[in-house]
């Protein structure tokens, strides 16, 4: 599967951002989608994924509740849905997939990637 995230942006603080990631290739519903990000000078961690159904998603505690995400396996993408932005969102934001049943934080265990949209709080 091959994956393009795109709808990063600036944005002030405050304010809101929806991430896409797009699919080609077959069997899409087939796999977990995530999103993670990494800030400069960061390792790339955990933000959240959903399952193939989209019927449940896992998120970083540190979101509180302010992300959401959805996918749509009619048209092979996952969206992010992302709210009440502060300066320490600031990253680039990349989606992964990976085949099975569980959700997992390490980066390592997800074998597709997408090449990453830049998104910039400022304060």
């Known amino acids: 599967v091959q994956l393009q995230a795109s709808g990063g942006g600036l944005v002030q603080a405050g304010g809101s951002l929806r991430l896409s990631c797009a699919a080609s290739g077959r069997s899409f519903s087939s796999y977990i989608i995530g999103w993670f990000r990494q800030a400069p000078g960061k390792v790339r961690e955990f933000v959240v994924a959903?399952?193939?159904?989209?019927?449940?998603?896992v998120y970083a505690d540190s979101l509180q509740g302010r992300f959401t995400i959805s996918r749509d396996n009619a048209k092979n993408t996952v969206y992010l849905q992302m709210n009440s932005l502060k300066p320490e969102d600031t990253a680039v934001y990349y989606c992964a997939a990976r085949s099975g049943s569980a959700i997992v934080f390490a980066p390592s265990a997800w074998g597709y990637w997408g090449q990453g949209t830049q998104v910039t709080v400022s304060s």
């Open positions: 959903i399952s193939q159904s989209g019927n449940s998603a």
